[in-house]
C-alpha cells in the first residue's frame, strides 16, 4: 500500500518568512494530493490539493508543488503570520482509493 | 461544501463499555468514512462506511471493535466497544466530495477518554 512520509516533523519561523514542508509517496499510482492544515483543537481542513496532471498550483500566500519523477511534493507558505501556526498533514490517494496521511508537520511562526 | 456535524463532541467512558458516535450530513454524500487521532499523532483510517452494506474496514481494525452503520446517504454511526484506555482518541468522521470523492472534508470530531 501507500506510504508517505514528511518533513520536518517541526518547524519555527519566523513572522514573515517562507516555510516549507516536504512529502514523499511510494505509489507511483498516486494521483491525488491534498494538504490540511489542523488548529489545537480543531478539525483538519482542506487547504489546497494537487492532481498529477499539474505540477504547481497556488492560492494566495501558499502553494504546491509537486515531482511526479520524484515521488515527493511540497507545501510553500510566504508571508506566514501567527495565524500558520497549526499542524499541517499531507496525504496521497490514487483514484478509488482512500488518502494515506503523512505524520504531520506542527508550524509554529512567532511574532 | 457540505456541513457536517458529531455527537458527542466529548466523553469521557468507563472501561468495558461501549460507545456509539454519530454522524450526520447536509446533503446526500456517497462516500464517508471514519478515522482515528490518537494524541498527537496522525489521521488512521479505520474504515469506509457504505450505504446498504458492510463497511470495509482497513487493516488493523475489525467489525467486531468497531462497528459501523450507514443507514442512509446522510448519517452513519461508529460504535467503540469493550473500550480500554487506549482506545482514547479524537473519531472523526469525513465526506467525500460527489464526483470527487478523494476530495474529504472533516467532522469535528469526538474526543473520547477511557478511564
Known amino acids: 500500500g501507500e506510504n508517505v512520509e514528511q518533513h520536518p516533523s517541526t518547524l519555527s519561523v519566523q513572522e514573515g518568512d517562507s516555510a516549507v514542508i516536504k512529502c514523499t509517496y511510494s505509489?507511483?499510482?498516486?494521483?491525488?494530493f491534498p494538504w490540511y492544515k489542523q488548529e489545537l483543537g480543531k478539525r483538519p481542513q482542506l487547504i489546497i490539493d494537487?492532481?498529477?496532471?499539474?505540477g504547481e498550483k497556488k492560492d494566495q500566500r501558499i502553494a504546491v508543488t509537486l515531482n511526479k519523477t520524484a515521488k515527493h511534493f511540497s507545501l510553500h507558505i510566504t508571508e506566514t503570520q501567527p495565524e500558520d501556526s497549526a499542524v499541517y498533514f499531507c496525504?496521497?490517494?490514487?483514484?478509488?482509493?482512500?488518502?494515506?496521511f503523512g505524520k504531520g508537520t506542527m508550524l509554529l511562526v512567532s511574532p | 461544501s457540505a456541513v457536517i456535524s458529531q455527537k458527542p463532541s466529548r466523553d469521557i467512558c468507563q472501561r468495558g463499555t461501549s460507545l456509539t458516535i454519530q454522524c450526520q450530513v447536509d446533503?446526500?454524500?456517497?462516500?464517508m468514512f471514519w478515522y482515528r487521532q490518537q494524541p498527537g499523532q496522525s489521521l488512521t483510517l479505520i474504515a469506509t462506511?457504505?450505504?446498504?452494506?458492510?463497511?470495509?474496514?482497513e487493516s488493523g481494525f475489525v467489525i467486531d471493535k468497531f462497528p459501523i452503520s450507514r443507514p442512509n446517504l446522510t448519517f452513519s454511526t461508529l460504535t467503540v466497544s469493550n473500550m480500554s484506555p487506549e482506545d482514547s482518541s479524537i473519531y472523526l468522521c469525513?465526506?467525500?466530495?460527489?464526483?470527487?470523492?478523494?476530495?474529504?472534508?472533516f467532522g469535528p470530531g469526538t474526543r473520547l477518554t477511557v478511564l
Open positions: 469525513s465526506v467525500g466530495r460527489e464526483n470527487r470523492g478523494d476530495e474529504q472534508f
Open positions: 505509489d507511483s499510482a498516486s494521483n491525488y
Open positions: 494537487i492532481r498529477s496532471n499539474v
Open positions: 496525504a496521497a490517494s490514487n483514484w478509488g482509493s482512500t488518502l494515506t
Open positions: 446533503s446526500q454524500v456517497t462516500m
Open positions: 462506511a457504505n450505504q446498504g452494506s458492510e463497511a470495509t474496514y
